[in-house]
Structures are given as structure tokens and as C-alpha cells.
């Protein structure tokens, strides 16, 4: 076995298995932010993760055909296709909420799950109904910018671009501010009342709705970032795209604990970085006798003995009975 | 009481089955209709390719329909989308032949999606001639039905090793998408390879459609001469993209999977100056093919997509071996299959004959390089090497 090739690749799959992480833990953010609130899983996010990318694709072809791309500063370009991904995202995620698990809120726990896994069956064909009208196409390429893919080599095999630390940079500080408004401001206070006891919250004055419609604009809006965010780092969609990074999410946020937000960034990191070892290290280690088309078990494998060890999660704590 | 209800709707079917036929039948001495159907994907990612297949069968059955007309047929084109899903087109396959009056299947764009539906088509003998499926399965089992215009994995994936040999090329990476087409020839590829002395650096199989980074990592540092993509455009052109953007400097091959203008709509720059094999020639490489292109643009006002002419093909045979049994009196599946593989045809992507297992007699084997980005060039590429080669004797 050739060890140096071991050793040297180390780095770049950390890196990558990082970024993935990453991106993992901006979709489960909404997972585990609704969970957090309504105690109910919305298997729709993963469509709406994905609508982030199609309306950033949207943007940034849009701006290619009116020839600003090359002209404007890719930070300008990258901010205003993050912001209106991130807006399209989350005001479908409260229109979602509105239409779809609002009037359902007071039935068996089931009932909104089945609702949720409606809607996201409804939003795949929606844009793949829209895309097929209006480009007449089913994959969508993210316009390739030059200042994204400058590389820097740090060595022969280790490198590094531009677009991967934008999407690390841009995790961080996502997270940073959602922290922020969840535990420093009154808004996140609000939020964390509600979660606690809806009845409690509304007899102090705080509306349970709005605050709810709050939770699913936020967490929609990290999975639009997130989708953006994905198109700029592996260039192409499709309306299907979503589904698979939607359940490692999910995945994810179980893994650190649903509901908790710092345990759902953890997850996010865990299950990319092992995600990304057992691809790039399987066939290397096993003689090619296992590829990398083995990854999924070998990274659940895992999961499900963390699991079993750690059923809340890694920072989840035992669920108080409910009133 | 639900048999019953099921006995009526049946009843009620059958009796507008009779009714309708009669009532918009102009044609008084009719004999009633013949269905050619087609079977290729005309949803999801290979979209581009299936719907090429049905565009050129629905040509060559619209201006090769008027002599069972005259003999006082119907004859009627059906597409079938079978969504490049296994499940799907063997659910359309029984359909198709629950439908009496379809006489032949033109399909499917993949190996994986024909074995099993042409096991359908088996059962009541009627004919598939198929324009791109090119796994030896297809016709090795020996099938009476089942045919195909195209060439074969096994020489394909050759095809592709000896042009690798013969560039120098000293170590090759191979990648393959688990798909009956693409790890089959990936695996025809990598044998032959081994064969010639070159060097298998990796084989790896992956069901992966947008991130490749931890499997292009091992890659750029084992730095191979070559890699091989055995697998579809769709998730081939997002490997390429990202190889090349993390550095990778290894040339690209690929087998026909890679043949669609959507390769460089993704992909740009990153797949100029790849090669890829075929067994179905651009259209600019056939004889008879500049009429059928102009024919092609003018009627669905775009390029015909490759294996457009292969299917053309294919459903012209169809005709002229339904229009043998139709002179003959009755026309019925077996007599329509068994005149299939007997049909000889001067078409638009050669002569066409089959050998007794369905297998083209010598089919077109090339060697193509994409010159451009620009995916309205893909029409464009140049063919490097053009071989005419007889399918490998059949080991039963």
C-alpha cells in the first residue's frame, strides 16, 4: 500500500469533507430549527434547499445574458444571488408553513409528515415544470466565474479555491449570526419561549404565529444559502437534486441532536468528513475491494453505532414529557 | 361486487374500442391500424438523447407510412417515456404489448432499461430494434425479436483501449457509474487496457451525480495519463468540470454515454479536446445523412441529437419488414420479427443486415474529439479513427 499517497491526501480530504460538512449543516439548520419549535420533521426543506439554487442559477444566468457577470465584482454578483436565493427560500418556507402544516397543527403527528412529504413531492415538479417552460431545460449549469476557481496550490496536491472558502466563510458566518439572533436578541428569545411551551408564550404577550412563520423564514433562508451555495461549488442541479444532500441533512441534524442548533453544525461536519474519508480512502485502504460507492454505508455504519450509544444525538438532551 | 363494476368498464371499453375505429375510420376497405412504438427517455437528465430517438423513428414512420397506407393500413407512431428507469419501461413494455396493434419497439437509449423490458417483448414475440444499446447482453441471449443498428460494448470498449495505446498513453484512472452500460464497458475497457500494458491506476464505481471531490482527490494524486469515464453525459460532464477546475491534468475518455451537446453545456471548457468512442456515427460521418439532417432541423426545427439516425433506421426497417408480411396477408408479431432479421437496408447510417443473433453484420465503430465548448458545435467534432468491425463470435 502505498503510504506517502495516504498521508498526502490527507489534508484535501479534510478540506473537502469540510466543505461538504458545511453545507450539510446550513440544510439541517432548518431541519432541526422547525423540529425545535414544532416537535415535526418538514421533509420539504430539502425542495426547499434546492429552490435557493434555482433561483441563484436564475440570477447569475440572468446577469450573464445582460453581460454583467464578467463586469460587476464576483462578491457583489455572489451576495446579490445568495440574497435572493436566500429570500425566494424563505418566504416559500413560511408560505409552505401557511398553506401546508398550519391548519394541521393540532392533528395526529403524522398528519403533517404525510402534508410535508406532499409539498415536497408538489415543489420538485413545480420548478421542474417551470424550468422545462421557460428554458426549456432539466440540468441547470451555474455560469462558471474565473475569480471563484482561482486556486491556490499549497502543495503539489493540496489546494484550495476560491469558491471553497467563500462557502466556508460563509457557513461560519451564517451560523455566527443565527446564534446571535437566537440567543442574544429578544426575537430569539421569543422563538425559544414558543419552542418551550407555545400556551406558556402567548399568555406573555408573544405571537405564537408569527414567531413560528419567523422560525420557518430563518431556517428556510440558511437552506436557500445553502443551495446557492451548493450550485457555485458543484455547478450543476436539478429539480431532484435536493432530495439525497436534503435526507443527509436530516441525517445530520438527528446525528447532533435534533432541535439543538450548535448540534446540528456538528452533525453537518461529522457526517461530511466521513463522508468524504470513506470515498477517498475505501478503495485506497481495501485494495480497491471496497470504492467509493461504498461511502453512504460505511458514513451510516458509523452513524447508526453513534446512535446507539448516543440516541438524543451527540448534544442532544433527554426530551422533557410535554404537558 | 368489484369484479362486477370491472366487468362493466371492461364491457364499456370494448364496446367504444369497437365503435370509435369504425366511426373515424375515411378509409372504407380498411384493415386496420399498425402501431410502431418508441421507448426512450423524454424525461429527466438524458432527455436530450431519448428524445432524439423519437424524433427520428416519428420522422422515418411519418415518410415511410405511405405504402401500408395504400395497402389500407393505419399506421400510427407511439412514443413511450420510459425515464431511463428500469421499472418504468418494463411497466411500458406491458403495455406495449397488451396493445394488439403494435408491430415494433423502437428503444431504448439504455442497456440497463432493454434487457429487462425486452423480456417482456419476448413473451409475445414482437420485434425491438434498437438504436443505442450497446451491451452485449442484449443480443448474446439469442432472442429472435431482439436487434439492434449499433455496435457493442465489448468492441467499443476495445475500440477506445488500442486508440488510448496507440497515444502513449502509459496509466489510465477509470471511473464507471454502476449501470449495466457503463461499468460493463468500463470493465471491457480496463481489461484490454491491462492487456496492451497499460497501467490500471483505480476502478471506481460511483452512483454520485454532483460531488465528486473526494474521488477526484485520489486521482490528481496518483496523476494518471488518462481517465476513463464509462458511464452518461449527465453525470460525466460535472466529474470532468470538477476535475479540471481542482487541477487534474489527465487527458479524458469516454465511451458513447458521453455523445450529447449537453456534455459541453456543462462541462465548457473542461471536456475540449476529450475523446469518446461510438458505435453510431455523427450525422456530418454518414453517407446518405446531409437530407436527413436538413429534414431533421426543418421539421423539429433543432440538430438531431446522435442515435437520432439510428433510430430512423431502425424504424424504417420496421416498416419495410411489416409492409413484406402485409404483402404476404396477415400480419402478425412473429412473421414481423422473423422478417426483421432477415430485412437488408441501404439506410442513412450504412448497410444494414443482421447476423442470426441480431447484431449488425458490421457495424460502425469511430473515434471522435470534441472541438468546442460551444454546444451548437457538438455536430462539429472531429473523428479521429473509423473502423467497420464484424461482432465477436458468440460464446454460448
Given at each position: 500500500?502505498?503510504?506517502?499517497?495516504?498521508?498526502?491526501?490527507?489534508?484535501?480530504?479534510?478540506?473537502?469533507?469540510?466543505?461538504?460538512?458545511?453545507?450539510?449543516?446550513?440544510?439541517a439548520?432548518?431541519?432541526?430549527?422547525?423540529?425545535?419549535?414544532?416537535?415535526?420533521?418538514?421533509?420539504?426543506?430539502?425542495?426547499?434547499?434546492?429552490?435557493?439554487?434555482?433561483?441563484?442559477?436564475?440570477?447569475?444566468?440572468?446577469?450573464?445574458?445582460?453581460?454583467?457577470?464578467?463586469?460587476?465584482?464576483?462578491?457583489?454578483?455572489?451576495?446579490?444571488?445568495?440574497a435572493?436565493?436566500?429570500?425566494?427560500?424563505?418566504?416559500?418556507?413560511?408560505?409552505?408553513?401557511?398553506v401546508?402544516?398550519?391548519?394541521?397543527?393540532?392533528?395526529?403527528?403524522?398528519?403533517?409528515?404525510?402534508?410535508?412529504?406532499?409539498?415536497?413531492?408538489?415543489?420538485?415538479?413545480?420548478?421542474?415544470?417551470?424550468?422545462?417552460?421557460?428554458?426549456?431545460s432539466?440540468?441547470?449549469?451555474?455560469?462558471?466565474?474565473?475569480?471563484?476557481?482561482?486556486?491556490?496550490?499549497?502543495?503539489?496536491?493540496?489546494?484550495?479555491?476560491?469558491?471553497?472558502?467563500?462557502?466556508?466563510?460563509?457557513?461560519?458566518?451564517?451560523?455566527?449570526?443565527?446564534?446571535?439572533?437566537?440567543?442574544r436578541?429578544?426575537?430569539?428569545?421569543?422563538?425559544r419561549?414558543?419552542?418551550?411551551?407555545?400556551?406558556?408564550?402567548?399568555?406573555?404577550?408573544?405571537?405564537?404565529?408569527?414567531?413560528?412563520?419567523?422560525?420557518?423564514?430563518?431556517?428556510?433562508?440558511?437552506?436557500?444559502?445553502?443551495?446557492?451555495?451548493?450550485?457555485?461549488?458543484?455547478?450543476?442541479?436539478?429539480?431532484?437534486?435536493?432530495?439525497?444532500?436534503?435526507?443527509?441533512?436530516?441525517?445530520?441534524?438527528?446525528?447532533?441532536?435534533?432541535?439543538?442548533?450548535?448540534?446540528a453544525?456538528?452533525?453537518?461536519?461529522?457526517?461530511?468528513?466521513?463522508?468524504?474519508?470513506?470515498?477517498?480512502?475505501?478503495?485506497?485502504?481495501?485494495?480497491?475491494?471496497?470504492?467509493?460507492?461504498?461511502?453512504?454505508?460505511?458514513?451510516?455504519?458509523?452513524?447508526?453505532?453513534?446512535?446507539?450509544?448516543?440516541?438524543?444525538?451527540?448534544?442532544?438532551?433527554?426530551?422533557?414529557?410535554?404537558? | 361486487?368489484?369484479?362486477?363494476?370491472?366487468?362493466?368498464?371492461?364491457?364499456?371499453?370494448?364496446?367504444?374500442?369497437?365503435v370509435?375505429?369504425?366511426?373515424?375510420?375515411?378509409?372504407?376497405?380498411?384493415?386496420?391500424?399498425?402501431?410502431?412504438?418508441?421507448?426512450?427517455?423524454?424525461?429527466?437528465?438524458?432527455?436530450?438523447?431519448?428524445?432524439?430517438?423519437?424524433?427520428?423513428?416519428?420522422?422515418?414512420?411519418?415518410?415511410g407510412?405511405?405504402?401500408?397506407?395504400?395497402?389500407?393500413?393505419?399506421?400510427?407512431?407511439?412514443?413511450?417515456?420510459?425515464?431511463a428507469?428500469?421499472?418504468?419501461?418494463?411497466?411500458?413494455?406491458?403495455?406495449?404489448?397488451?396493445?394488439?396493434?403494435?408491430?415494433?419497439?423502437?428503444?431504448?437509449?439504455?442497456?440497463?432499461?432493454?434487457?429487462?423490458?425486452?423480456?417482456?417483448?419476448?413473451?409475445?414475440?414482437?420485434?425491438?430494434?434498437?438504436?443505442?444499446?450497446?451491451?452485449?447482453?442484449?443480443?448474446?441471449?439469442?432472442?429472435?425479436?431482439?436487434?439492434?443498428?449499433?455496435?457493442?460494448?465489448?468492441?467499443?470498449?476495445v475500440?477506445?483501449?488500442?486508440?488510448?495505446?496507440?497515444?502513449?498513453?502509459?496509466?489510465?484512472?477509470?471511473?464507471?457509474?454502476?449501470?449495466?452500460?457503463?461499468?460493463?464497458?468500463?470493465?471491457?475497457?480496463?481489461?484490454?487496457?491491462?492487456k496492451?500494458?497499460?497501467?490500471?491506476?483505480?476502478?471506481?464505481?460511483?452512483?454520485?451525480?454532483?460531488?465528486?471531490?473526494?474521488i477526484?482527490?485520489?486521482?490528481?494524486?496518483?496523476?494518471?495519463?488518462?481517465?476513463?469515464?464509462?458511464?452518461?453525459?449527465?453525470?460525466?460532464?460535472?466529474?470532468?468540470?470538477?476535475?479540471?477546475?481542482?487541477?487534474?491534468?489527465?487527458?479524458?475518455?469516454?465511451?458513447?454515454?458521453?455523445?450529447?451537446?449537453?456534455l459541453?453545456?456543462?462541462?465548457?471548457?473542461a471536456v475540449?479536446?476529450?475523446?469518446?468512442?461510438?458505435?453510431?456515427?455523427?450525422?456530418?460521418?454518414?453517407?446518405?445523412?446531409?437530407?436527413?439532417?436538413?429534414?431533421?432541423?426543418?421539421?423539429?426545427?433543432?440538430?438531431?441529437?446522435?442515435?437520432?439516425?439510428?433510430?430512423?433506421?431502425?424504424?424504417?426497417?420496421?416498416?419495410?419488414?411489416?409492409?413484406?408480411?402485409?404483402?404476404?396477408?396477415?400480419?402478425s408479431?412473429?412473421?414481423?420479427?422473423?422478417?426483421?432479421?432477415?430485412?437488408?437496408?441501404?439506410?442513412?447510417?450504412?448497410?444494414?443486415?443482421?447476423?442470426?443473433?441480431?447484431?449488425?453484420?458490421?457495424?460502425?465503430?469511430f473515434?471522435?474529439?470534441?472541438?468546442?465548448?460551444?454546444?451548437?458545435?457538438?455536430?462539429?467534432?472531429?473523428?479521429?479513427?473509423?473502423?467497420?468491425?464484424?461482432?465477436?463470435e458468440?460464446?454460448?
Amino acid at each position: 500500500m502505498d503510504f506517502d499517497l495516504l498521508v498526502g491526501i490527507f489534508p484535501q480530504v479534510l478540506l473537502d469533507g469540510l466543505i461538504l460538512g458545511f453545507m450539510y449543516a446550513l440544510i439541517a439548520l432548518g431541519y432541526t430549527m422547525v423540529y425545535g419549535v414544532l416537535e415535526f420533521i418538514n421533509f420539504a426543506h430539502s425542495e426547499i434547499f434546492i429552490l435557493g439554487a434555482f433561483v441563484g442559477v436564475e440570477i447569475l444566468l440572468s446577469m450573464k445574458s445582460a453581460g454583467l457577470l464578467d463586469v460587476l465584482p464576483w462578491v457583489l454578483v455572489l451576495l446579490l444571488a445568495l440574497a435572493a436565493g436566500m429570500l425566494a427560500s424563505g418566504l416559500a418556507a413560511v408560505a409552505v408553513e401557511r398553506v401546508a402544516y398550519r391548519p394541521l397543527r393540532h392533528a395526529p403527528r403524522l398528519i403533517p409528515l404525510i402534508s410535508a412529504i406532499g409539498v415536497s413531492f408538489f415543489l420538485q415538479d413545480l420548478i421542474r415544470l417551470f424550468e422545462s417552460i421557460w428554458r426549456n431545460s432539466f440540468n441547470l449549469v451555474y455560469p462558471t466565474m474565473d475569480a471563484l476557481n482561482h486556486r491556490f496550490e499549497l502543495t503539489s496536491t493540496i489546494d484550495v479555491s476560491v469558491k471553497s472558502l467563500v462557502v466556508i466563510v460563509a457557513s461560519l458566518l451564517m451560523l455566527w449570526a443565527l446564534y446571535v439572533i437566537v440567543n442574544r436578541t429578544k426575537i430569539g428569545t421569543a422563538i425559544r419561549a414558543v419552542a418551550e411551551d407555545q400556551a406558556a408564550a402567548s399568555l406573555m404577550g408573544i405571537n405564537v404565529n408569527r414567531m413560528i412563520s419567523l422560525t420557518f423564514l430563518i431556517g428556510g433562508a440558511m437552506g436557500g444559502a445553502a443551495g446557492v451555495l451548493f450550485g457555485v461549488q458543484y455547478g450543476l442541479i436539478n429539480p431532484y437534486t435536493g432530495f439525497i444532500p436534503g435526507l443527509k441533512a436530516f441525517t445530520a441534524a438527528v446525528l447532533g441532536g435534533i432541535g439543538n442548533i450548535p448540534g446540528a453544525m456538528m452533525g453537518g461536519l461529522v457526517l461530511g468528513l466521513l463522508e468524504a474519508f470513506a470515498a477517498s480512502y475505501l478503495s485506497l485502504l481495501t485494495g480497491g475491494a471496497f470504492g467509493a460507492e461504498y461511502k453512504d454505508i460505511f458514513a451510516f455504519s458509523i452513524l447508526i453505532l453513534i446512535l446507539i450509544f448516543r440516541p438524543k444525538g451527540l448534544l442532544g438532551e433527554v426530551v422533557r414529557e410535554r404537558a | 361486487m368489484k369484479y362486477t363494476r370491472l366487468r362493466h368498464l371492461l364491457a364499456l371499453a370494448a364496446a367504444i374500442a369497437v365503435v370509435l375505429p369504425a366511426a373515424s375510420d375515411t378509409f372504407a376497405q380498411s384493415k386496420g391500424t399498425i402501431k410502431i412504438a418508441s421507448q426512450s427517455p423524454l424525461s429527466g437528465g438524458q432527455a436530450a438523447l431519448g428524445e432524439g430517438i423519437k424524433l427520428g423513428a416519428q420522422l422515418a414512420v411519418e415518410k415511410g407510412k405511405a405504402n401500408l397506407e395504400k395497402m389500407g393500413y393505419k399506421v400510427e407512431f407511439v412514443p413511450f417515456d420510459d425515464q431511463a428507469k428500469p421499472d418504468v419501461g418494463v411497466a411500458n413494455a406491458k403495455n406495449i404489448i397488451a396493445d394488439k396493434d403494435i408491430m415494433a419497439v423502437i428503444g431504448h437509449l439504455n442497456s440497463g432499461v432493454a434487457i429487462p423490458s425486452s423480456e417482456v417483448y419476448k413473451e409475445v414475440n414482437v420485434v425491438m430494434i434498437s438504436p443505442a444499446n450497446t451491451n452485449p447482453v442484449v443480443t448474446d441471449r439469442g432472442y429472435p425479436n431482439v436487434n439492434r443498428v449499433c455496435g457493442r460494448d465489448d468492441v467499443q470498449g476495445v475500440v477506445g483501449s488500442e486508440f488510448a495505446h496507440a497515444q502513449k498513453i502509459k496509466s489510465a484512472y477509470i471511473v464507471h457509474d454502476k449501470t449495466q452500460y457503463g461499468q460493463s464497458i468500463a470493465e471491457f475497457f480496463k481489461a484490454d487496457s491491462e492487456k496492451k500494458g497499460i497501467k490500471v491506476l483505480g476502478f471506481e464505481g460511483t452512483e454520485e451525480k454532483s460531488n465528486f471531490d473526494p474521488i477526484i482527490t485520489p486521482i490528481k494524486a496518483k496523476n494518471p495519463d488518462l481517465i476513463y469515464f464509462g458511464g452518461i453525459y449527465d453525470q460525466a460532464a460535472p466529474f470532468f468540470k470538477q476535475a479540471r477546475e481542482k487541477g487534474v491534468k489527465s487527458k479524458f475518455m469516454g465511451p458513447d454515454g458521453m455523445d450529447s451537446s449537453d456534455l459541453t453545456k456543462i462541462a465548457g471548457k473542461a471536456v475540449v479536446g476529450m475523446t469518446y468512442t461510438s458505435a453510431a456515427g455523427p450525422a456530418s460521418a454518414l453517407p446518405k445523412a446531409k437530407a436527413f439532417v436538413d429534414e431533421f432541423k426543418k421539421k423539429f426545427s433543432k440538430n438531431p441529437e446522435p442515435y437520432a439516425a439510428e433510430a430512423y433506421d431502425a424504424a424504417t426497417i420496421a416498416l419495410k419488414a411489416i409492409e413484406e408480411t402485409a404483402k404476404k396477408g396477415k400480419v402478425s408479431r412473429e412473421d414481423v420479427s422473423s422478417a426483421v432479421r432477415k430485412a437488408k437496408l441501404s439506410g442513412i447510417t450504412g448497410e444494414i443486415a443482421f447476423d442470426a443473433k441480431g447484431d449488425r453484420q458490421k457495424a460502425q465503430y469511430f473515434v471522435l474529439q470534441v472541438v468546442s465548448d460551444d454546444p451548437g458545435k457538438w455536430g462539429d467534432n472531429k473523428i479521429v479513427k473509423q473502423l467497420a468491425i464484424a461482432p465477436p463470435e458468440g460464446k454460448k
